[in-house]
Protein backbone atom coordinates (compact mmCIF):
# COMPACT_ATOMS: atom_id res chain seq x y z
CA UNK A 1 0.00 0.00 0.00
CA UNK A 2 1.46 3.47 -1.02
CA UNK A 3 1.98 5.92 1.89
CA UNK A 4 1.08 9.53 2.12
CA UNK A 5 5.03 10.05 1.32
CA UNK A 6 5.40 7.82 -1.38
CA UNK A 7 2.57 8.97 -3.22
CA UNK A 8 3.56 12.79 -2.71
CA UNK A 9 7.32 12.08 -4.05
CA UNK A 10 5.77 10.02 -7.18
CA UNK A 11 3.55 12.93 -7.57
CA UNK A 12 6.60 15.30 -7.74
CA UNK A 13 8.98 13.47 -9.71
CA UNK A 14 5.82 13.13 -12.47
CA UNK A 15 5.47 17.21 -12.18
CA UNK A 16 9.00 17.57 -12.79
CA UNK A 17 9.37 15.06 -15.61
CA UNK A 18 6.45 17.27 -17.29
CA UNK A 19 8.02 20.41 -17.05
CA UNK A 20 11.38 19.08 -18.19
CA UNK A 21 9.56 18.30 -21.73
CA UNK A 22 7.85 21.54 -22.02
CA UNK A 23 9.40 23.13 -24.64
CA UNK A 24 10.82 26.42 -24.19
CA UNK A 25 8.90 29.71 -25.69
CA UNK A 26 10.43 30.92 -29.06
CA UNK A 27 11.43 34.24 -28.24
CA UNK A 28 13.19 32.76 -25.43
CA UNK A 29 16.63 34.94 -26.11
CA UNK A 30 16.06 37.26 -22.81
CA UNK A 31 18.98 37.22 -20.59
CA UNK A 32 19.80 39.10 -17.34
CA UNK A 33 23.34 41.26 -16.33
CA UNK A 34 22.67 40.66 -12.48
CA UNK A 35 25.96 39.52 -11.38
CA UNK A 36 24.45 35.63 -10.65
CA UNK A 37 26.61 33.18 -9.40
CA UNK A 38 26.44 28.82 -10.16
CA UNK A 39 27.53 26.09 -9.11
CA UNK A 40 29.35 24.16 -12.12
CA UNK A 41 31.15 20.69 -11.77
CA UNK A 42 34.99 20.80 -13.13
CA UNK A 43 36.95 17.48 -14.91
CA UNK A 44 37.42 16.06 -11.72
CA UNK A 45 33.67 17.36 -10.50
CA UNK A 46 34.40 19.46 -8.21
CA UNK A 47 31.59 22.65 -7.69
CA UNK A 48 32.80 26.15 -8.01
CA UNK A 49 31.39 29.27 -8.35
CA UNK A 50 31.23 30.87 -11.68
CA UNK A 51 30.32 34.39 -12.63
CA UNK A 52 27.37 34.28 -15.46
CA UNK A 53 27.07 38.07 -16.11
CA UNK A 54 28.05 40.88 -14.42
CA UNK A 55 28.66 43.77 -16.13
CA UNK A 56 28.90 46.51 -13.86
CA UNK A 57 30.41 44.25 -10.94
CA UNK A 58 33.17 42.28 -12.98
CA UNK A 59 33.53 44.47 -16.16
CA UNK A 60 32.24 41.91 -18.67
CA UNK A 61 30.89 43.40 -22.22
CA UNK A 62 27.39 43.64 -22.62
CA UNK A 63 25.86 41.27 -24.56
CA UNK A 64 22.79 41.25 -26.95
CA UNK A 65 20.02 38.61 -28.89
CA UNK A 66 21.53 37.41 -31.28
CA UNK A 67 25.16 36.39 -28.47
CA UNK A 68 23.07 34.54 -26.19
CA UNK A 69 21.41 32.66 -29.35
CA UNK A 70 25.05 31.96 -30.35
CA UNK A 71 26.10 30.88 -26.79
CA UNK A 72 23.11 28.31 -26.92
CA UNK A 73 23.96 26.97 -30.61
CA UNK A 74 27.18 26.48 -28.95
CA UNK A 75 26.28 24.65 -25.50
CA UNK A 76 24.58 22.29 -27.75
CA UNK A 77 27.22 21.52 -29.97
CA UNK A 78 29.60 20.71 -27.13
CA UNK A 79 26.72 19.18 -25.52
CA UNK A 80 26.14 16.74 -29.14
CA UNK A 81 29.31 16.00 -29.84
CA UNK A 82 31.02 12.61 -30.05
CA UNK A 83 34.34 13.07 -31.53
CA UNK A 84 35.90 16.38 -31.30
CA UNK A 85 38.42 17.20 -28.69
CA UNK A 86 39.11 20.99 -27.12
CA UNK A 87 42.90 20.52 -28.04
CA UNK A 88 41.89 19.62 -31.89
CA UNK A 89 41.82 22.98 -34.38
CA UNK A 90 38.64 24.19 -35.27
CA UNK A 91 36.96 26.54 -37.82
CA UNK A 92 33.56 28.67 -37.94
CA UNK A 93 31.81 29.22 -41.48
CA UNK A 94 29.85 31.61 -42.18
CA UNK A 95 25.89 30.31 -42.14
CA UNK A 96 24.70 30.46 -45.63
CA UNK A 97 20.75 30.45 -46.53
CA UNK A 98 19.44 26.77 -47.22
CA UNK A 99 18.21 28.05 -50.64
CA UNK A 100 20.95 29.41 -51.95
CA UNK A 101 25.07 27.89 -50.29
CA UNK A 102 26.55 30.47 -52.03
CA UNK A 103 24.80 33.78 -50.41
CA UNK A 104 24.50 35.02 -46.47
CA UNK A 105 23.17 38.06 -44.45
CA UNK A 106 24.31 40.38 -41.93
CA UNK A 107 22.67 37.87 -39.53
CA UNK A 108 24.31 35.15 -40.26
CA UNK A 109 27.82 37.11 -40.56
CA UNK A 110 27.63 38.04 -36.56
CA UNK A 111 26.17 34.66 -35.47
CA UNK A 112 29.42 33.54 -36.78
CA UNK A 113 31.13 35.98 -34.63
CA UNK A 114 29.38 35.34 -31.94
CA UNK A 115 29.58 31.20 -32.16
CA UNK A 116 33.35 31.71 -32.63
CA UNK A 117 33.61 33.72 -28.93
CA UNK A 118 31.49 31.40 -27.27
CA UNK A 119 33.35 28.26 -28.61
CA UNK A 120 36.72 30.13 -27.44
CA UNK A 121 34.60 30.59 -24.21
CA UNK A 122 34.16 26.92 -23.92
CA UNK A 123 37.79 26.41 -24.35
CA UNK A 124 37.97 25.13 -27.79
CA UNK A 125 40.97 25.47 -29.99
CA UNK A 126 40.05 27.62 -32.70
CA UNK A 127 41.38 28.58 -36.29
CA UNK A 128 40.83 32.17 -37.93
CA UNK A 129 40.80 32.21 -41.57
CA UNK A 130 40.06 35.76 -41.64
CA UNK A 131 43.61 36.78 -40.75
CA UNK A 132 45.68 38.21 -43.52
CA UNK A 133 49.54 36.99 -44.16
CA UNK A 134 50.39 40.91 -44.08
CA UNK A 135 49.13 43.82 -42.19
CA UNK A 136 47.69 46.58 -44.07
CA UNK A 137 48.08 49.60 -43.27
CA UNK A 138 46.02 52.67 -45.04
CA UNK A 139 44.72 56.19 -44.16
CA UNK A 140 41.86 55.03 -43.42
CA UNK A 141 43.45 52.63 -40.21
CA UNK A 142 45.59 49.58 -39.74
CA UNK A 143 43.81 46.33 -41.27
CA UNK A 144 44.94 42.74 -40.68
CA UNK A 145 41.32 41.00 -41.56
CA UNK A 146 40.28 39.93 -45.18
CA UNK A 147 37.90 38.04 -47.02
CA UNK A 148 40.27 38.37 -50.03
CA UNK A 149 41.55 34.72 -50.59
CA UNK A 150 44.95 35.96 -52.66
CA UNK A 151 45.48 37.72 -49.14
CA UNK A 152 44.61 34.79 -46.90
CA UNK A 153 47.27 32.57 -45.67
CA UNK A 154 47.06 28.65 -47.59
CA UNK A 155 47.20 25.17 -46.01
CA UNK A 156 45.94 25.91 -42.38
CA UNK A 157 45.86 22.83 -40.46
CA UNK A 158 42.27 22.42 -39.74
CA UNK A 159 40.31 19.24 -40.16
CA UNK A 160 37.33 20.04 -38.58
CA UNK A 161 34.62 22.32 -39.17
CA UNK A 162 31.19 24.13 -38.34
CA UNK A 163 29.22 24.34 -41.28
CA UNK A 164 25.39 25.94 -40.81
CA UNK A 165 22.55 27.25 -43.07
CA UNK A 166 19.44 29.17 -41.81
CA UNK A 167 16.19 29.43 -43.58
CA UNK A 168 13.94 32.11 -43.22
CA UNK A 169 10.34 31.81 -42.55
CA UNK A 170 6.93 34.06 -41.66
CA UNK A 171 7.40 32.83 -37.84
CA UNK A 172 11.50 33.96 -37.46
CA UNK A 173 14.55 31.99 -38.35
CA UNK A 174 15.60 28.29 -38.51
CA UNK A 175 19.01 27.62 -38.26
CA UNK A 176 21.25 23.82 -38.35
CA UNK A 177 24.81 23.40 -37.37
CA UNK A 178 27.08 21.11 -37.27
CA UNK A 179 30.51 19.92 -37.05
CA UNK A 180 32.29 18.46 -39.60
CA UNK A 181 35.72 16.04 -40.62
CA UNK A 182 36.60 17.36 -43.63
CA UNK A 183 38.58 14.25 -44.05
CA UNK A 184 35.69 11.74 -44.46
CA UNK A 185 33.09 14.46 -43.85
CA UNK A 186 31.75 12.65 -40.60
CA UNK A 187 29.47 14.84 -38.56
CA UNK A 188 30.36 14.95 -35.10
CA UNK A 189 27.91 17.02 -33.63
CA UNK A 190 24.82 18.73 -35.14
CA UNK A 191 22.08 21.57 -33.64
CA UNK A 192 18.55 22.68 -34.79
CA UNK A 193 17.17 25.77 -33.61
CA UNK A 194 14.80 28.14 -34.15
CA UNK A 195 14.10 31.94 -32.85
CA UNK A 196 11.18 33.61 -33.30
CA UNK A 197 11.62 37.19 -35.10
CA UNK A 198 10.18 39.09 -31.94
CA UNK A 199 13.32 37.64 -30.55
CA UNK A 200 15.54 39.27 -32.97
CA UNK A 201 13.94 42.89 -33.69
CA UNK A 202 17.24 44.31 -34.58
CA UNK A 203 17.97 42.13 -37.23
CA UNK A 204 15.00 41.02 -39.08
CA UNK A 205 11.90 42.83 -40.68
CA UNK A 206 8.42 41.37 -41.64
CA UNK A 207 7.83 40.89 -45.25
CA UNK A 208 6.54 44.00 -47.16
CA UNK A 209 3.14 43.74 -49.54
CA UNK A 210 5.48 43.32 -52.88
CA UNK A 211 8.54 41.59 -52.41
CA UNK A 212 10.56 40.53 -55.17
CA UNK A 213 12.58 37.34 -54.90
CA UNK A 214 14.64 35.29 -57.72
CA UNK A 215 13.39 38.11 -60.35
CA UNK A 216 9.82 37.81 -59.89
CA UNK A 217 7.93 39.98 -57.70
CA UNK A 218 4.89 38.73 -55.07
CA UNK A 219 2.43 40.71 -53.91
CA UNK A 220 0.56 39.93 -50.34
CA UNK A 221 -2.56 40.09 -48.74
CA UNK A 222 -1.08 42.11 -46.44
CA UNK A 223 2.44 43.18 -44.60
CA UNK A 224 3.75 40.26 -42.84
CA UNK A 225 2.62 37.26 -44.96
CA UNK A 226 5.59 35.86 -46.28
CA UNK A 227 8.99 35.40 -45.08
CA UNK A 228 11.18 37.34 -42.69
CA UNK A 229 14.12 39.20 -43.97
CA UNK A 230 17.04 40.61 -42.35
CA UNK A 231 17.22 44.17 -42.07
CA UNK A 232 19.45 45.81 -45.08
CA UNK A 233 18.74 43.10 -47.27
CA UNK A 234 17.70 43.81 -50.68
CA UNK A 235 14.56 43.04 -51.95
Request: hydrophobic letters at 40%; one cysteine or more; charged letters at 15%.
Amino acid sequence: MINRFTLTAVLALLTVAACSQTPNPANNLAFENNGKYSNVADEDGVYQNQLIYDIQGAGLAPKGQVNVWAEKLVNELVLQNDALRSDQPLLITTPVLSNNLNATNELALQLQQGMLAAFHAREFNLVDMNVAINLRATEQGEFMLSRNWELLPSGLPVSHVLVSTMSMTPEGVVFNGRVVNVTNNRVLSAVQSFVAASSLSGYLQPSKLIESRNGLLYRHEKKGDSRYTVLGDEL
